[in-house]
Structure formats: C-alpha cells, structure tokens
DNA sequence: ATTCATATAGAAACAGTGTTTCAATATGTC
DNA sequence: GACATATTGAAACACTGTTTCTATATGAAT
C-alpha cells in the first residue's frame, strides 16, 4: 500500500530542469517530464499538452520525450496512471462507515468531487481527451485497483446479503456506468449548468445504490 | 414533421462534383460537401475528417469548405445535426407500445442499435470525437428533438400516474445518462467486449426504468 | 453594353501538430 | 586509450486547421 506522494495536488514548482538531471535513463528525469505534462495539462488543459510545450518547459531537444515514452500515447498514459492514484487517494480520503450503502453514498460523491477537482485528468481517463490513447491492460488494471475500494465494499454488500446480485464487477459497472453518464454529459456540455447537474447526480447516485440494496432501513 | 430525406443510410455514392455544382452561396454544394464529410467519417470514423480530404473528395479548393461553413467545428456542427436526425428516425422507426413502460424499453434498445449502427455519429453527438466542437444553442435544441419522443412517453407516463416524479426533462436526462454511461465507457475501451457491455447495458436500462415506474405488473 | 466594385477561385503559404532523420557528440566497455 | 554504441539536438517530414493574396469571374450601375 504505497501511498504515492501525491504528485499533481500542488501546482506549478517545477522539481528539476532538464540539464540538471540529464542523468538518462533515468526515473527521475521521466518523472521530471511527466510533472512537466502534468502542469500544463492543470493549467491549460489537456488539448494543451503537445511534445514541443513538454519540451520547451523541459528545455530540451523533443527527441528526449520520444527516447522516454515512445509517443504521445506513451506520456497520455503516465498522466491516465497518475489520475487513476489520484482517484485512489480520492477514495482513501473518504472516512469508513459504518452504514454500507452509507459509506457507498459518500464514495458516490467523492468521485464527483474528483470529477471537480481533476477534471483535466477525468478527461484523460475517462472522456478520450487523448485520443490517440486507448487504455491497454496495464491501464485497465489501474483503474481496477482505483475502483477497488468500491468493489470490495460492494462484495462485502453482497457477503452480508444486502445485494440481490451475484457478480461484483457488473455492479460496481453499472454504479460507475450511471454516475459517469451524468458527468460525462455535463463535461460535453449536454446539460446546462453545474447545478443542474449535480441535482442529476445525487439522483442517479441514489438511485442505482437504492436499486441494489435490499430494504433495510 | 419533415421525414428527412435519411441521407446518411446507403454509403459511398456521390451526388455532384465540385466544378458541375460550383452555384457559390447554393445549398446543394453546402449538402454535397456535407455528405462528403460523413463518407469519409462512415468509412474511417471521425478523426480521418479532414478538411483537405474533404476538399480532395470533392476536388475542390479547402477555401470552398471554409467560405461555407467558416471554420472545421461549422462542418462538424453539421455532421452533429445530421446526427441527430438519424436517431430521432431510430426512435420514430420503434413500432408503438401500448405499455408505456414496454415502450420505454424498446425506445431503449433503440438507442443502443443507434450507437452500434452509427458509433460515428454517436463519438460526434456525445462522445466529443471532435474536440473543436462544443454543442451551442441550435445543437443543444436538435438533441432535444431527437429525445422528444421520449420525453413525450414519460410525460405521458407522468400524466397517468406511472411515475415519481414532476420534472420530465429530469428523467429522460437521468435514463439518457444512464445509458449514455454504458456505452460511452465501452466504446471508450473500459468494458472488455460487447456481450459484457450489452449484458450491463440491459441491466442500466431495466433498473432506470423501474425505479420510476411505480409498481404495476 | 461597358464599366466598376465586389466577391469568389485556387494555389500557396503560415503556424501548429506528432514524429523521424542524421551528423556531431558523448558514453560505456574492452 | 580505442572502439562500438547510444544519445544529443537541430532540422526536416508529413500532416493538420486556417489565412493570404492575386487573378479571375461575377453582378450592379451607368
């Protein structure tokens, strides 16, 4: 359980230039470019990042990127990783319950506040914002272990016979389905205002958590 | 209720050629052109929609395409409203139901068959495959018509008692982004395979709609 | 009909993108 | 220290959306 240092909570300081750390090969240059993406995506967005911006705030010849990450893709796919940690810090901050559906209700908001709050790196994730990404298995896995807090609170739901389903993962699916429709229309400019779409949410939250939980109040 | 011409069902066969059609200010270069464009997004899907290749296709200069719809959002902008026409036909092609909840479901199916048959058209409409383009006032409003039908059968429903809720355009947004949710994360690569997507997608669909109705079997 | 103002035509250029090339240089190894 | 290897860093390539700009055609007025 690492608990990764949390890497894009604050904004621009920038650890290392690149002269400084033309140590190749190295993790703390990939990670010095990553941060340097990473800031730029914050600030501007990810339509934003392109190699030669990445470059020039490094101070360095294009070329590095390519000899790091490959591609574009390559560097779209640290920044999917670094928002699939977040999602998970995310989760993490949210304080136990006692109450299952309770605390699967407070999840529910967190993701929405994390839709807020790093809505550039939700749009990697999740709104094609790279489309030149498609999530590979490395990534896929990522976000299982992201979602992973909810899954096990969902099969110890179910363990405990609050769930009339049997499948985890489809539950958790069509929970993460429906919450992500509504933010997904309202990130795409379908629904008129943030007001408006947090009405939905909370309905749709409570809704499809209502759906799966047996009357137990 | 104009039944629009369907331009978009039968493939590749070229109406007019540029020089031949060359009426400047004439709506048939401005459809041409159009049809042009989703050729090329029907066969190789919106990102190889190029202002050149367009211009290529009609054997035209790229200042034609601009002079008419003044930047690649205005063309996108009509790939988007031919869009929606060809789901509300996909709605209005679903034969009447008597149960209004029976008709929800295949209204429902519907959709799905939409973003299976024209995927295109459903990454342009809901899926941001053209980033430049954000749906504005006209847009926004062709959506609505599209959903209009639906929106008729829940107020209906409403009307009759059938439903828990006072808000129309609320429920149709929240069984719009339920499914909208499934699909979008499968063709964004996070459901493994179609079956699965299918399997969850009915699930969203059932849920969503008996979570309105009130219990009458 | 002829002139004149306006607006297109159509090629070429501009500014930007991801990516690759390639000689010069540094690196690591024997 | 010498050689094979790998990286540098600028420049080029192939593409994108968009804008110039001159020659040409168009439409209106005399």
């Known amino acids: 359980m690492q ?4 890497i ?70 640290e920044l999917f990783l670094e928002g699939c940690k977040l999602l998970a810090n995310t989760f993490r901050a949210v304080p136990e319950q006692a109450e299952l559906k309770q605390y699967l209700l407070e999840l529910g908001q967190a993701y929405w506040r994390f839709s807020k709050d790093y809505t ?25 272990t992201a979602l992973q807090q909810v899954t096990v609170i969902i099969s110890n739901a179910m363990e ?19 919450l992500h429709g509504v933010i997904h229309l309202y990130l795409g400019g379908h629904i008129q205002n943030e007001e408006t779409a947090k009405v939905l949410y909370d309905k749709a939250l409570l809704n499809v958590i209502r759906t799966f939980f047996r009357d137990n109040r």
């Open 8 to 77: 894009a909570s604050e904004s621009n300081h920038q650890v290392t230039t690149y002269p400084n750390v033309k140590l190749q090969h190295n993790e703390l240059l990939r990670r010095s470019i990553i941060e340097a993406a990473a800031s730029i995506m914050r600030e501007s967005g990810p339509e934003a990042v392109t190699i030669r911006k990445v470059a020039e705030k490094m101070e360095c010849p294009t070329k590095v990127i390519y000899n790091l990450f490959g591609s574009k893709e390559g560097l779209a796919k």
């Open 160 to 178: 405990e016979g609050f769930i009339n389903e049997e499948d985890p993962l489809l539950v958790v699916n069509l929970v993460w389905a429906s």
């Open 120 to 144: 550039s790196y939700y749009m990697v994730m999740f709104g094609g914002a790279f489309s030149e990404f498609k999530p590979e298995e490395e990534s896929l896995q990522a976000i299982g």
């Open 3 to 6: 608990h990764s240092s949390d």
